[in-house]
């Protein structure tokens, strides 16, 4: 498969990003929301270094994402006969699940300075961890993730109407199935 996108399909850089970050972003969510939910100790530190390394790559990934579009590829044509109205709503979404991301991995890694859980989750600073809550970064981390996750829906179902309603097998684009 070529690494550059075609006027039809997504070239496999663009296809292995995807992917990566869907699967990374799950992670993401999962981990997040579990540790909000932990009591204090080496359970939780231990899920939170992994949320912060896995945030990081995301981070890199969504970064390298933009620069891969911006430099080196150019995004397929849109799938024929769609409404212009559907069109500009796709673009939003998908510009959307960008900044949302962005916002994500910076107000995280805010909250962890802020704090000082740095010294803990990236050295051997001792427990207990502090109160996330307390730094304001941390509201705005935890209202965007909600965000987040209903963009998710949208694309997500959006790709799944295309797939199964529409009939004209947009997945393929992605790289699943033929
Ligand atoms: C795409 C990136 C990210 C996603 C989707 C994500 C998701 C989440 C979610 C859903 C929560 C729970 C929020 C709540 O309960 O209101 C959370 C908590 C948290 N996240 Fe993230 N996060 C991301 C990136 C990061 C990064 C890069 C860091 C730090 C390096 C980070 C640090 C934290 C911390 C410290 C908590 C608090 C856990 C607790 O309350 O004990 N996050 N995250």
């Known amino acids: 498969m070529p690494l ?3 006027a039809q399909k997504y070239g496999s850089v663009a296809i292995a990003i995807h992917w990566l970050t869907a699967l990374a972003i799950v992670l993401m969510l999962a981990s ?5 939910n ?3 100790g080496a359970q939780k530190l231990g899920l939170l270094r992994f949320h912060a390394i896995t945030g990081m790559l995301v981070g890199v990934l969504t970064l390298l994402r933009i620069l891969w579009w911006l430099v080196f590829d ?4 849109n799938p024929p006969g769609m409404p212009a109205p559907q069109l500009w709503a796709a673009r939003l979404v998908h510009l959307g699940l960008y900044v949302v991301i962005l916002v994500m991995v910076s107000s995280g ?6 704090t000082g859980a740095n010294l803990q ?7 207990p961890l502090p109160d996330f809550s307390l730094a304001p970064p941390f509201t705005v981390h935890g209202i965007i993730a909600r965000l987040l996750i209903a963009l998710l829906v949208v694309h997500i179902g959006a790709a799944l109407w295309h797939q199964f309603v529409r009939g ?11």
């Open 168 to 178: 004209d097998r947009l997945l393929a684009r992605m790289g699943l199935g033929r």
């Open 109 to 114: 890694f805010a909250t962890v300075i802020l």
């Open 32 to 36: 997040g929301l579990n540790a909000a």
């Open 4 to 6: 550059r996108s075609s």
């Open 121 to 127: 989750l990236f050295g051997n600073a001792p427990l």
């Open 74 to 77: 150019k995004h397929p044509g």
């Open 38 to 40: 932990m009591p204090d």
